[in-house]
């Protein structure tokens, strides 16, 4: 068919008064088109009107189409099994004029990023072997928008506790933030709304000022306004997470790191440099970090349960066992879990990322073992003082203990014994009775008594030489 500027310069010729012969020569057509053209006096390009093989089938295409859940194939199989004469081409070159089951493309947006001006944030699942079994997992990225530096990390989960650790990290790593963070209306930052209606949780507003950038989310279905932290994923499930295995959470997001490090060198030929060239630029114009960075970590309140452990994520941490039943502060952190008593450390843990019912336990808080049930409790006052003044009696009182004795009532009634009694006597006694497992107070001060009657008292001659039956 002959094109619209051709058929001008038909017309145009033969204005002129150039012949049809000529006019043919010239354009390198031939003569009955020229003869066409000049009878139909129109630069415009006719329109072809023509039966389509499919529209007599119009309203079948539209049920089957419905039923079929959009799949072509199987619409073309119910039609040629109801006796329809048409090919697959045919019929998908209908459905495709005709706007069946094919939305009309949009004209993709181009952005342009000042230096420091935008950041974008987002996350995506993807799945990774850790530990020799497949796990899902949800990965977070950050981009600079002008120089398109990417920093990513992957976790079990991703809550607000990970949303401002991860962001935390990523501006340590590009050294400063961006004036706006773009992010896609995730209820983690979003408190209510969408779009330039949203609002951030308060939460979210004081960590972006302590940085020096705002929230801000693109309208819903806009996915081009943050194509520069969407394209990646893509990148990131195909290149880094393809045919890699991890050992664990941490070699997983060291790798990934490292992985950033090497993409952000690497030449792109759109940019004409490296993210990492174009970033030394970006970098002067981005909001400096604080001369501080605190860690980021939530607060709990737990009490110690019987064994000696809190509860944190469904994972126990061992304390000293001293604080049974006592409430203390938990702060969880990315990588360790601190335990306080007030504003004291008592414990810290590496955490463990995944929740999976795991015991972290320190033997420092464990009570020491093989001393019976006694060796939970702190000496009493009189049982030092027993020590300090007699040691010897030490073995007589682990005698009482293992016979179920040992109680305060008995320290105190042998230290009254070592206080009132003279030394040799005693411990003639202490050792007898050690001799013969004697574990009875009462018989050990009698035998006491019996060593010092002939020095201490007077007998009468008609008393009882029996020192057993000696009253006290």
């Known amino acids: 068919m002959i094109d619209q500027a051709t058929r001008a310069a038909i017309l145009r010729l033969r204005e002129e008064g150039h012949g049809t012969r000529t006019i043919a020569r010239v354009l390198h057509i031939s003569r009955g088109a020229v003869k066409n053209v000049c009878e139909n006096g129109s630069s415009e390009v006719p329109r072809l009107e023509r039966a389509e093989k499919a529209e007599p089938y119009r309203d079948q295409i539209l049920e089957l189409y419905a039923s079929c859940k959009g799949n072509l194939v199987r619409v073309h199989e119910e039609l040629a099994d109801a006796g ?69 990390q992957m976790y079990p989960r991703f809550r607000r506790f990970e949303c401002k650790a991860f962001l935390t990290d990523a501006l340590v790593y590009f050294d400063g933030a961006c004036e706006r963070c773009m992010i896609d209306n995730t209820h983690v930052v979003v408190l209510s709304g969408t779009g330039r209606e949203m609002v951030p949780v308060p939460e979210m507003v004081a960590f972006g000022e302590r940085f020096g950038f705002t929230f801000h989310a693109h309208e819903v279905g806009d996915a081009n306004r943050s194509a520069r932290v969407e394209r990646p994923f893509d990148y990131i499930d195909n290149n880094f997470l393809a045919g890699r295995r991890f050992t664990d959470w941490a070699d997983l997001n060291a790798r990934a790191r490292a992985w950033c490090d090497k993409v952000n060198s690497v030449h792109k030929r759109s940019l004409h440099a490296s993210p990492r060239e174009l970033f030394v630029a970006e970098r002067a114009r981005m909001r400096r970090l604080p001369v501080h960075v ?28 001293q604080m049974m039943g006592r409430q203390l502060e938990v702060r969880e952190s990315k990588a360790r879990i601190d ?35 006694f060796a939970k409790r702190a000496l009493c006052v009189e049982e030092r003082r027993l020590a300090e003044r007699l040691p010897e009696t030490t073995p007589y009182i682990a005698l009482l203990r293992s016979r179920g004795r040992g109680h305060n009532r008995d320290i105190r009634w042998l230290l009254r014994m070592v206080d009132e009694y003279p030394r040799v006597a005693l411990l003639a006694a202490l050792g007898e009775a050690l001799r013969y497992g004697l574990a009875d107070l009462e018989r050990l001060e009698r035998m006491i008594l019996r060593r010092i009657a002939k020095d201490f008292f007077v007998l009468r001659p008609d008393a009882d030489t029996d020192p057993e039956s000696t009253d006290d």
Request: charged content about 25%.
């Open 339 to 373: 335990v306080f008593d007030g504003p004291r450390r008592i414990a810290s843990h590496e955490r463990v990322i995944e929740p999976g019912d795991v015991r972290v336990t320190l033997t420092a808080h464990r009570p020491p073992r093989s001393e019976g049930v």
């Open 84 to 152: 329809a004469i048409l090919s697959y081409t045919a019929l998908t070159a209908f459905c495709r004029r005709h706007g069946i089951g094919h939305e009309p493309r949009r004209p993709a947006g181009q952005y342009h990023f000042e230096p420091g001006e935008e950041m974008q944030h987002d996350t995506s699942p993807h799945e990774a072997e850790i530990g020799g079994k497949l796990q899902s997992l949800q990965t977070a990225s950050l981009a600079l928008c002008h120089s398109r530096m990417i920093f990513c």
């Open 294 to 321: 605190p860690e980021v970590y939530l607060l709990h309140q737990r009490i110690v349960d019987t064994e000696g452990y809190v509860n944190v994520s469904r994972n126990r941490y061992s304390v000293p066992w």
